[in-house]
């Protein structure tokens, strides 16, 4: 099977995404979730363009990597002086990695409208460049930049760019659909061309704006480059970067290419996560292969085909990529979803068994009076283990008190009061926070705390609350949804009464539990092995 180069920018194209902000510590538990997904580069940054970066290659030379290569990022030097004169270039040479990306310009428009530089001027500082960096024992990747635009307006000139950095010894020449605006069948023909000229040095690094970053990198592959850049999770600048996940899952999956190593291919899901715990992004749950809503399934046609053969409604077994199925329960879904939900907890469960249909008969309940399941499957989980008799409480909440007040500087605070019980002990604690919710939240976890550490990492993502009955105005009944996450697993809990606090708080008291009994299994499941 052919290897096929996995080259990650989450840390540098991906830092320049909308609302992303990494800390030193962020970037040093990116690079260690990559190099347990066996991701062979990771562009660490620039480390001329700001201290943070600086600091962070300082401390990356403590840092032991299984799989990955650190790569430090620049561009040539700049026009009228030398790579020994150019401080970028000696802040490359000073971060120590063995390997460096390096972007020039190949497009002629850009030489002259952008860059001010002649055209042969621009092919020198290429070559001046990546020679002194080769000189220097560094081996070079060399990013063309807006490579498919300027081929289309003179390929002349994108080729004497490549060939100058070829020339130069370039270790990989990369071809950029830096404006994101090129579709699957130009950039098989332009890389299949290139290829020709330069073989086994080709790479592709792709942008999203027209949405086909994935399809173009996987026209590059089959078109013969064997080396593909991206951001883990496709978040990048404007509509990001080429998704890695995504392609890893496509070539190795489906393609037969090697991206990784194989008993890495699991960790896909929980790398997705992470990266987006650490960098404060949403996952989007319909993510190819790692998202929440990747292998869930809600019609009752899919799901009883499901259950007889996965294959019928799924491309791949979720467990490949670290993922798990979902079964969504609503007014479509039918007996079957439910059948194949209990299966969960209780194998071979007949239809016609008489707790299915208590059950289900209190689905129904719950689900008039606002509770609503398809996307809350962690409240769905609890409320079955509950209803069969096979859950343990963890805690139990005697009271909670909630106060408001808005001090003299217009600020809106909110003081919680919580009472609990583990066992035969009681904890109650108090705290505050930007309104009732945030208050109660805090509070909770804080009494939880004493008992269960572990509930320290989890956070909540989302928050959502629908109203229900909206003839009713403030009386109305609602609906609170909760988005939690420990950086591993993503799960959702529901809540419903005409008291927001109230269905704010259920919500808040599953999603803790959910995560102790899932702590709970685990530990059971270390035991047997």
């Known amino acids: 099977m052919e290897k096929i180069e996995i080259f990650d920018s989450t840390l540098r194209d991906g830092a320049q995404s909308e609302n992303v902000s990494f800390s030193v510590e962020d970037k040093l538990n990116i690079v260690q979730a990559?190099?347990?997904m066996g991701i062979d580069y990771i562009e660490a940054g620039n480390p001329y363009s700001n201290p943070k970066d600086a600091e962070f290659f300082e401390k990356l030379k403590d840092v032991r990597l299984s799989y990955s290569k650190i790569v430090a990022f620049g561009s040539t030097r700049r026009r009228g002086i030398t790579p020994e004169e150019d401080k970028n270039c000696q802040a490359l040479l000073a971060a120590q990695t063995?390997?460096?990306?390096?972007?020039?310009?190949?497009?002629?428009?850009?030489?002259?409208?952008?860059?001010?530089?002649?055209l042969a001027e621009n092919l020198e500082m290429i070559r001046d460049t990546v020679a002194y960096l080769v000189k220097a024992g560094k081996?070079?990747?060399?990013?063309?930049e807006h490579f498919f635009d300027g081929y289309k307006q003179n390929p002349y000139y994108t080729l004497q760019t490549?060939?100058?950095?070829?020339?130069?010894?370039?270790?990989?020449?990369?071809?950029?659909?830096t404006n994101g605006g090129c579709f699957p069948d130009e950039?098989?023909?332009?890389?299949?061309?290139?290829q020709s000229y330069f073989p086994g040095k080709i790479g592709i690094h792709?942008?999203?704006?027209?949405?086909?970053?994935?399809?173009?990198?996987?026209?590059?592959?089959e078109a013969g480059a064997n080396h593909v850049?991206?951001?883990?999770v496709g978040f990048g600048e404007r509509c990001g970067n080429t998704n890695l996940s995504t392609v890893i899952g496509n070539l190795q999956l489906k393609r037969n290419y090697v991206c990784v190593p194989a008993d890495c291919v699991r960790r896909m899901t929980q790398t997705a996560r992470l990266i987006c715990e650490v960098s404060n992004m949403r996952l989007a749950h319909t993510m190819p292969y790692v998202g929440?809503?990747?292998?869930?399934?809600?019609?009752?046609?899919?799901?009883d085909g499901v259950r007889k053969n996965s294959e019928s409604f799924e491309h791949i077994h979720p467990e490949l990529v670290g993922n798990r199925r979902h079964i969504l329960l609503s007014e479509v879904s039918g007996r079957s979803a439910l059948i194949a939900k209990v299966q969960e907890f209780i194998p071979g469960i007949d239809k016609n068994s008489p707790e299915l249909i208590r059950l289900l008969e209190k689905l129904k309940e719950m689900e008039r009076v606002g509770y609503q399941f398809e996307g809350a499957t962690a409240s769905l989980e609890l409320l079955i283990l509950k209803e069969l008799g096979r859950f343990e409480p963890f805690f139990e909440m005697e009271l909670f008190r909630i106060i408001g007040e808005q001090d003299c500087a217009d600020r809106h605070m909110a003081s919680a009061m919580v009472k609990l019980r583990v066992g035969d002990r009681f904890e109650i604690t108090a705290d505050e926070g930007d309104g009732p919710i945030h208050a109660l939240d805090r509070a909770l976890r804080k009494a939880l705390e004493v008992f269960y550490p572990s509930l320290a990492g989890v956070r909540l993502v989302d928050y959502k609350v629908r109203v229900m009955e909206a003839g009713q105005a403030t009386a109305s009944r609602v609906r609170v949804l909760i988005e939690s996450s420990d950086g591993e697993n993503i799960w959702t809990t529901v809540g419903a009464s005409t008291d927001i606090i109230n269905a704010s708080i259920q919500a808040l008291v599953d999603s803790m539990e959910y995560k102790l009994y899932r702590d709970r299994m685990k530990g059971k499941m270390v035991q047997k092995l």
């Open 229 to 232: 850049q991206g951001t883990y």
């Open 34 to 36: 990559l190099d347990k």
């Open 162 to 177: 490549l060939r100058a950095a070829d020339e130069a010894g370039a270790y990989k020449l990369v071809l950029c659909d």
């Open 187 to 194: 950039v098989a023909k332009i890389v299949k061309e290139m």
């Open 98 to 118: 063995e390997y460096v990306a390096v972007f020039g310009k190949s497009s002629e428009w850009q030489v002259r409208e952008v860059l001010g530089a002649q």
């Open 139 to 144: 081996h070079v990747f060399f990013d063309a």
């Open 206 to 221: 792709c942008h999203d704006d027209v949405g086909c970053a994935v399809a173009n990198t996987m026209a590059a592959v």
């Open 292 to 303: 929440k809503a990747a292998f869930a399934h809600k019609g009752g046609m899919h799901v």
